[in-house]
């Protein structure tokens, strides 16, 4: 049966290679070794194949578990005898159904992890950072990094936009300009100079001198902080009354900050006379000098001496201020003289400075005007209310009041019936304006307010200290 075999083998011509002789008894397991290790399935119509079958050796029927040790030993044969319907490695056949393998994807955050949920974070030790304020406070104050240039006139400033954005309106409308021309005429270089160091400074305090320039400058500049704060300065009764109040005014004439004028001039009472007899008041405009002498709170000693400061200022510059005579004369108040002047007023007096005003048809008017009210009020005496129905029948106005002051110095301030009443001139006045300029720039604080004086006073009684002699006359 041996020899069969190995004639099968030898007539298929195979490359395989056998060990030991045909006549061994080991032939057949090597055989069956080889057949294990290639795990081939012949065809049937094969001639080796139907051999085989008459040998009796069914290939189909073999094992198929691998021998390690028999593969050692036989030779793997050639790829050429390999059937068509074998699979190489690394191919697959299109026949066979394909397997897809799927996974359901997960980010990391859907499987739980979170970045910013870190344990004990807290208690991490951080450095603290550098103070944000100090840091622009030095380059603010050491001029650290300016980016705008501000130019008035041949001046320029260097500065920081954010500074001047966060006060000024003004420049809160600016947008990114590097320089910035300013006028002249509304702020000068001083006064912006003041503004840029009102801003940086802590606790800033508005100063007496070139407060007008910083008030004028702040305006200009749309500064709401620092126009209040000087309004508070400036609004100040107490320090801005009588002088200080006037020279404020002469101040304010080259701003042009008409609004404070009229509030400064309605501050001057006791200093007026004094103000007289001063070269400013000589210097006023018409309009000044209206708005003047039609204010209720300006004191004198009787509505004469209002009347005498129009002779003044008008014969101060007669040839130019003759158109204005009118419009000055009214501020006057006839109504508050006494009769016995204005009738005096009326005839042809030895005084130039008066006679060419008194004598305009339109001043005899006005006076005659006050006449007419200064007897009818003397008439009804003590009945008021009969002298105010009187008033109001023929539509007549009953003149304000001034703020009457009484000067114990003053040579013609006495009562009709007091036997040193002397008629008030314009020499006399001149001479009491003399006076005051020699007796000191505090005279004016000695004036006392007379509420009521004219009815109450007593002409020619001798001080307790003083003697009659000195001519010390208390009234």
């Known amino acids: 049966m041996d020899k069969p075999l190995n004639k099968v083998i030898q007539s298929n011509e195979s490359s395989i290679s056998t060990t030991g002789t045909t006549g061994s008894p080991q032939f057949s397991d090597t055989l069956e070794n080889?057949?294990?290790?290639?795990?081939?399935?012949?065809?049937?119509?094969?001639?080796?194949?139907?051999?085989?079958?008459?040998?009796?050796?069914?290939?189909?029927?073999?094992?198929?578990?691998?021998?390690?040790?028999?593969?050692?030993?036989?030779?793997p044969p050639p790829s050429k005898i390999l059937p068509s319907n074998i699979p190489l490695p690394g191919?697959?056949?299109?026949?066979?159904?394909?397997?897809?393998?799927?996974?359901?994807?997960?980010?990391?955050?859907?499987?739980?992890?979170?970045?910013?949920?870190?344990?004990?974070?807290?208690?991490?030790?951080?450095?603290?950072?550098?103070?944000?304020?100090?840091?622009?406070?030095?380059?603010?104050?050491?001029?650290?990094?300016?980016?705008?240039?501000?130019?008035?006139?041949?001046?320029?400033?260097?500065?920081?936009?954010?500074?001047?954005?966060?006060?000024?309106?003004?420049?809160m409308e600016c947008n990114n300009e590097v320089l910035i021309q300013l006028p002249e005429e509304k702020i000068t270089p001083g006064a912006f100079m003041m503004v840029y160091d009102w801003m940086?400074?802590?606790?800033?305090?508005?100063?007496?001198?070139?407060?007008?320039?910083?008030?004028?400058?702040?305006?200009?500049?749309?500064?709401?902080?620092?126009?209040?704060?000087?309004w508070l300065c400036l609004d100040?009764?107490?320090?801005?009354?009588?002088?200080?109040?006037?020279?404020?005014?002469?101040?304010?004439?080259?701003?042009?900050?008409?609004?404070?004028?009229?509030?400064?001039?309605?501050?001057?009472?006791?200093?007026?006379?004094?103000?007289?007899?001063?070269?400013?008041?000589?210097?006023?405009?018409?309009?000044?000098?209206?708005?003047?002498?039609?204010?209720?709170?300006?004191?004198?000693?009787?509505?004469?001496?209002?009347?005498?400061?129009?002779?003044?200022?008008?014969n101060y510059n007669w040839d130019e201020r003759e158109a204005d005579m009118l419009q000055v004369v009214k501020c006057v108040r006839f109504s508050l003289m006494p009769p016995w002047f204005l009738v005096t007023l009326n005839k042809n007096i030895d005084c130039v400075e008066i006679d060419r005003i008194a004598s305009h048809p339109e001043v005899k008017r006005m006076i005659n005007d006050g006449i007419s009210y200064t007897t009818t009020q003397l008439y009804y005496g003590e009945n008021r209310e009969e002298f105010l129905h009187f008033l109001e029948r023929y539509q007549l106005?009953?003149?304000?009041?001034?703020?009457?002051?009484?000067?114990?110095?003053?040579?013609?301030?006495?009562?009709?019936?007091?036997?040193?009443?002397?008629?008030?001139?314009?020499k006399s006045f001149l001479e009491y304006l003399e006076m005051i300029h020699t007796i000191g720039k505090d005279y004016w604080r000695s004036l006392e307010m007379a509420k009521g004086v004219e009815k109450s006073m007593q002409c020619c009684v001798r001080s307790d200290c003083r003697k009659l002699n000195e001519q010390n006359l208390v009234c």
């Open 91 to 171: 191919k697959f056949d299109s026949q066979k159904p394909k397997i897809v393998c799927t996974l359901k994807e997960k980010s990391l955050l859907e499987m739980g992890f979170k970045t910013n949920e870190i344990q004990g974070w807290e208690d991490i030790v951080q450095p603290p950072k550098e103070n944000l304020y100090k840091l622009l406070r030095n380059m603010i104050d050491n001029h650290i990094k300016p980016n705008v240039q501000i130019r008035i006139g041949g001046v320029t400033f260097n500065c920081h936009m954010m500074v001047l954005q966060c006060y000024s309106d003004f420049f």
């Open 397 to 426: 106005i009953a003149p304000v009041q001034r703020q009457w002051v009484f000067d114990k110095e003053c040579s013609y301030h006495h009562r009709l019936e007091c036997p040193n009443m002397q008629y008030v001139t314009y």
């Open 34 to 75: 080889n057949v294990k290790y290639m795990n081939l399935n012949f065809v049937d119509n094969s001639e080796s194949s139907s051999q085989a079958k008459d040998q009796g050796i069914d290939f189909q029927k073999l094992p198929q578990t691998f021998d390690g040790a028999a593969s050692k030993a036989a030779k």
């Open 236 to 314: 100040d009764d107490v320090r801005f009354r009588e002088d200080t109040a006037f020279l404020l005014y002469l101040e304010a004439r080259n701003y042009g900050l008409e609004s404070l004028e009229q509030l400064m001039l309605t501050r001057i009472c006791k200093f007026f006379l004094t103000l007289v007899a001063s070269k400013e008041y000589l210097e006023l405009t018409t309009k000044e000098i209206c708005t003047l002498l039609s204010s209720n709170t300006i004191g004198v000693n009787s509505e004469i001496e209002i009347f005498m400061s129009v002779v003044r200022w008008l």
């Open 200 to 230: 940086l400074a802590e606790e800033p305090l508005v100063q007496r001198e070139g407060i007008l320039e910083l008030f004028n400058a702040a305006n200009f500049l749309r500064i709401k902080n620092l126009v209040n704060q000087c």
